[in-house]
Nanobody, 123 residues
Framework: QVQLVETGGGLVQAGDSRTLSCAAS?????????????VGWFRQAPGKDREYVAIAYWYGRTTYSDSVKARFTLSRDNDKNMVYLEMTNLKPEDTAVYFCAADTSGDAEYDVWGQGTQVTVSS
């Protein structure tokens, strides 16, 4: 059973930087390891649907939503089973609960989600 735990959220001011971390533990019984997972960061603001922020595909490609491109950087350390989201020049509209998710079976479905970490950006 794979589990994801996010940390690093908090209250920051507009223009600040913050890095979120996501620690993966466990493993699917069929064998794929963390380096085989596509992992992503998503966020949900109050009263809004959850939205995609950034995805790191298992084969190396990383993509970003237009709203965070050039400000956020997703990285992963496959040896440590960690995923990071470095956020710079934060804006009040970045306020949301941030979730880490993993596609552990390679079927383009995110089947494992963390509990989320709140990021609040004050103006």
């Amino acid at each position: 059973q794979v589990q994801l735990v996010e940390t690093g959220g908090g209250l920051v001011q507009a223009g600040d930087s913050r890095t979120l971390s996501c620690a993966a533990s466990g493993r699917t019984s069929s064998g794929p390891s963390f380096r085989d997972y596509t992992v992503g960061w998503f966020r949900q603001a109050p009263g809004k649907d959850r939205e995609y922020v950034a995805i790191a595909y298992w084969y190396g490609r990383t993509t970003y939503s237009d709203s965070v491109k050039a400000r956020f950087t997703l990285s992963r350390d496959n040896d440590k089973n960690m995923v990071y989201l470095e956020m710079t020049n934060l804006k009040p509209e970045d306020t949301a609960v941030y979730f880490c998710a993993a596609d552990t079976s390679g079927d383009a479905e995110y089947d494992v989600w963390g509990q989320g970490t709140q990021v609040t950006v004050s103006s």
